[in-house]
């Protein structure tokens, strides 16, 4: 046990990085990281003991999450097929140290289309400025292109904009709100227009 992948790894050697508007410098890509201790790959269900879960630790409150609960939810996510959550190991020390999901929405419009989404992206905080952030969020943007999404879309802080616009993302005219109505904050139902937070993608409306 250790090795069941969550989706097809060879996905990841097809993506062509030549076709981001990321600045890599040196270039890089996910199927040669620029060190022969990282590796880009789907995430595996072993990875709960490889931190997978301190590392999302990193960008919000996970709550306890047992391994039972990891296993459970990671072969519901293999079984629906349309989750691509992605890692960074760093293999010396068999550990996650990056991470960011690509969640395919199936839609009637567009004759049926794929819509990505974007979802928690997060670099352990000891390997942050070294492009990782970039790799891991241009692995999985190239992979919805590659899976024939229509277009794909992030919700994040003000100050990650710059980030993400340097990927290719967009804020959108008139279309770039996020709004939340949260269900876990007590029996009131608070519905936010968070001014904080942004949408922003990569291609046309809707
Ligand atoms: C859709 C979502 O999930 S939004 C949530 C994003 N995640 C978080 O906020 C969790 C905490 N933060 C992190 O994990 C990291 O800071 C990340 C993932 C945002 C960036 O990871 P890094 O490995 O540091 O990014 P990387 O080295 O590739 O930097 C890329 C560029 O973005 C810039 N950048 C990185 N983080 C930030 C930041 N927090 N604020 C502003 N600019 C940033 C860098 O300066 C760099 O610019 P450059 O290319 O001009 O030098």
Same mark, same amino acid.
């Given at each position: 046990?250790?090795? #069941?992948t ?11 990085f ?16 620029? #060190?022969?201790?990282? /590796? ?9 003991? /490889? ?11 996970t ?5 039972t ?19 960074? #190991?760093?293999t ?31 670099? &352990? &905080?000891?390997?942050r400025?070294?492009?990782?952030g ?10 919805? +292109?590659?899976?024939?999404c ?5 919700d994040c802080?003000?100050?990650l ?7 290719g993302?967009l804020?959108?005219?008139? +279309?770039? &709100?996020?709004?939340t ?10 519905? +936010?227009?968070?001014?904080?937070? &942004?949408?922003?993608s990569l #291609?046309?409306?809707?």
């Amino acid at each position: 046990m250790g090795e #069941e992948t969550l989706y097809d790894p060879s996905l990841l050697l097809e993506l062509d990085f030549h076709k981001s508007p990321a600045k890599f410098e040196p270039f890089i890509s996910a199927a040669h990281p620029g #060190e022969p201790w990282m /590796k880009v790959r789907p995430l595996q269900d072993g990875d709960y003991e /490889k931190g997978f879960i301190q590392l999302l630790g990193q960008l919000t409150a996970t709550g306890t999450v047992t391994k039972t609960q990891f296993l459970t939810r990671f072969s519901q996510m293999k079984a629906l097929g349309d989750y691509y959550v992605t890692v960074i #190991e760093d293999t010396r020390s068999k550990t996650i140290i990056g991470a960011a999901s690509l969640v395919i929405e199936r839609k009637f419009i567009r004759g049926c289309g794929l819509r990505g989404r974007l979802e928690d992206v997060v670099v &352990n &905080n000891t390997y942050r400025g070294k492009q990782l952030g970039k790799l891991i969020v241009v692995t999985v943007t190239l992979l919805a +292109n590659h899976l024939g999404c229509y277009k794909m879309s992030l919700d994040c802080k003000d100050k990650l904009i710059p980030f993400y616009t340097s990927l290719g993302y967009l804020l959108e005219p008139g +279309n770039s &709100n996020s709004m939340t109505i949260r269900y876990d904050g007590g029996s009131k139902l608070v519905s +936010n227009l968070t001014a904080a937070t &942004n949408t922003l993608s990569l #291609e046309g409306p809707s």
